[in-house]
């Protein structure tokens, strides 16, 4: 869930949109490999919306998809310390 966002008067907002809401915004998922999964993806002609990019201050590899509803997926590398 997204806890800093601003409160939005038309409903959900989803976590590609400009302005981040508070609320369920997608589902998150660990990955060992963030490089197979962005193969997978290309071979499966599945869009990346983001990324890849690293966020969580340097901790996490992490790219964005939408599912056939447009529902957004979230997939994580967690990366060595």
Do not use: Q
């Not at 907002?13 to 915004?25: C, F, H, I, S």
């Amino acid at each position: 869930m997204i806890y800093n966002g601003e409160p939005a008067s038309e409903g959900n907002v989803l976590l590609d949109a400009p302005v981040k809401r508070p609320g369920y915004t997608h589902t998150a998922f660990i990955v060992d490999s963030m490089d197979e999964l962005v193969a997978w993806l290309a071979h499966e002609n599945i869009r990346i919306s983001e990324g890849p990019v690293t966020m969580g201050h340097g901790r996490r590899n992490v790219c964005f998809i939408r599912d056939p509803d447009l529902n957004v997926l979230e997939f994580n590398e967690i990366l060595a310390g």
